[in-house]
């Protein structure tokens, strides 16, 4: 019964491949984001969905696309992996409200991606 | 640009109190979240502050002033497995709310 799911979780690849990494959540929320997690452990938002929209992108390479097929599925499609991208990949999901409310958001396992 | 400042490290003996900074420069800010992450694992949330003051969660504290853009995460009678970082984050709003990450405080807490 995890409540965010990620797959892989390790993934070793080669400079440029292409290589997805899938998300999923059971509490029902509406809103799912990915991060990304550097060796410094320096954690930044890279996208959200809510509701299968693209809400949020931040200056990310379009190398990156995400990918929503339902509220509780976010995916991740990296093209011509470079070796700055081995990184720990996090998703992550809250229910979005507005004004003075915490947005509690519950993180996956992480995919830990290598690029050599 | 948004951002937010930290300690790297923190280091402590077991039954001890630590004080973990936090100071933002945000726009758009609705209120200061804390993080736990141990190494290799996700972070969790521990804690959310949206008005001025304390907000006690069992051996856990965290405050806030919005006027000094300032906040901490205390921590008391420190156990073993309190050791991890501690990551303070920002809720902004630029239209869509997200959490803007502070570096992370490593806190090392020794027998």
């Known amino acids: 019964d995890t409540a965010v799911s990620q797959t892989p979780k390790y993934l070793v690849t080669q400079m440029g491949n292409d290589k997805s990494i899938k998300c999923e959540q059971n509490?029902?929320?509406?809103?799912m984001y990915w991060y990304k997690q550097d060796s410094k452990k320096f954690l930044k938002i890279m996208f959200s969905?809510?509701?299968?929209?693209?809400?949020i992108n931040e200056t990310v390479p379009n190398r990156f696309s995400p990918k929503s097929p339902d509220k509780a599925h976010l995916n991740l499609h990296i093209n011509s992996l470079e070796l700055g991208d081995s990184a720990v990949y996090f998703c992550?999901?809250?229910?979005?409200?507005?004004?003075?409310?915490?947005?509690?958001?519950?993180f996956g396992p992480g995919t830990r991606l290598t690029v050599l | 640009g948004q951002s937010l400042e930290q300690p790297s490290e923190v280091t402590a003996v077991e039954g001890a109190i630590v004080q973990i900074n936090c100071t933002y420069q945000t726009s758009g800010f609705y209120g200061l979240s804390w993080y736990q992450q141990h190494d290799g694992g996700a972070p969790t949330f521990l804690s959310y502050n949206a008005l001025d003051g304390l907000e006690e969660t069992g051996r856990f504290s965290s405050f806030l002033s919005r006027s000094d853009s300032y906040g901490y995460l205390l921590l008391q009678e420190l156990q073993m497995k309190d050791s991890a970082s501690y990551f303070c984050?920002?809720?902004?709003?630029?239209?869509?709310?997200?959490?803007?990450f502070g570096a992370g405080t490593r806190l090392a807490v020794h027998p």
């Open positions: 984050a920002a809720l902004v709003s630029g239209g869509y709310n997200k959490l803007i």
């Open positions: 992550a999901s809250s229910q979005q409200r507005d004004g003075f409310e915490t947005d509690t958001q519950y």
């Open positions: 969905y809510n509701n299968k929209e693209l809400i």
């Open positions: 509490l029902g929320h509406d809103t």
